[in-house]
């Protein structure tokens, strides 16, 4: 089982980038999908999960509202479209799967996780 994470890159502030998540090797629609991202000797913190349906989101509190996760199911992939980015966005971001199927903003409510992409913003 493997979480491939993709789309991270440098960008300016005020600019845009969207993150890809694709599952293998299992399928996760009847999973909760969240995003996480750690910066720099800090701890991996919450962006935002997705439920199962993709019918209930949420976002901490710092990114609600300029990121959206979305996912496509037949295609066993999430995305994280990051809009009005700021340095403070700064970190590696890590997608991962829930144990259940409603979103959940614990760590230890997920049990696969993918191995982080980059997400670097100037000033």
């Known amino acids: 089982v493997q979480l491939q994470a993709y789309g991270g890159g440098l960008v300016q502030a005020g600019e845009s980038l969207r993150l890809s998540c694709a599952a293998s090797g299992r399928t996760f629609m009847n999973n909760a999908m969240g995003w996480f991202r750690q910066a720099p000797g800090k701890e991996r913190d919450f962006v935002g999960a997705?439920?199962?349906?993709?019918?209930?989101?949420f976002y901490a509190d710092s990114v609600n509202g300029r990121f959206t996760i979305s996912r496509d199911n037949a295609k066993n992939t999430v995305y994280l479209q990051m809009n009005s980015l700021k340095p403070e966005d700064t970190a590696v971001y890590y997608c991962?799967?829930?144990?259940?199927?409603?979103?959940?903003?614990?760590?230890?409510?997920?049990?696969?996780w993918g191995q982080g992409t980059l997400v670097t913003v100037s000033s």
């Open positions: 991962a799967a829930g144990r259940a199927s409603y979103a959940s903003s614990g760590r230890a409510d997920y049990n696969y």
């Open positions: 997705i439920s199962w349906n993709g019918r209930s989101t």
